[in-house]
């Protein structure tokens, strides 16, 4: 699978908030900064549910392979090099389950 790097999807986001902004009748300025916030956040999401999706299947590799689910997310990441924020995450290793934290 090919995986956008995150500069490539921050700048689609920024292509598409430019035009998004010129098209409104309010405050361009004001517009503007808005959109880019909003498009920031949301580029950061896409990039987090794309590490997030990899290291479920990064997961699911490792127990093919091992016969294990991995004990933690450190072993995970030291095996993988994922860039996956553990702290963002739990993992049950008896299951190999990975959900966000609220």
Do not use: W
């Not at 498009?39 to 093919?64: G, M, N, P, T």
């Not at 450190?74 to 389950?97: F, I, R, V, W």
């Amino acid at each position: 699978m090919k995986q956008l790097s995150a500069g490539a999807v921050l700048i689609a986001a920024l292509l598409m908030a430019t035009i998004i902004a010129c098209t409104d009748d309010k405050n361009p300025a004001q517009q503007y900064g808005t959109t880019m916030v909003n498009s920031l956040k949301s580029a950061k999401s896409v990039e987090d549910k794309a590490h997030a999706d990899a290291a479920r299947k990064a997961i699911q590799d490792f127990h093919v392979t091992n016969g294990r689910y991995p004990a933690d997310l450190a072993e995970l990441l030291s095996a993988t090099g994922l860039p996956l924020k553990s702290d963002a995450y739990d993992y049950d290793p008896s299951t190999g389950t990975l959900t966000k934290k609220n």
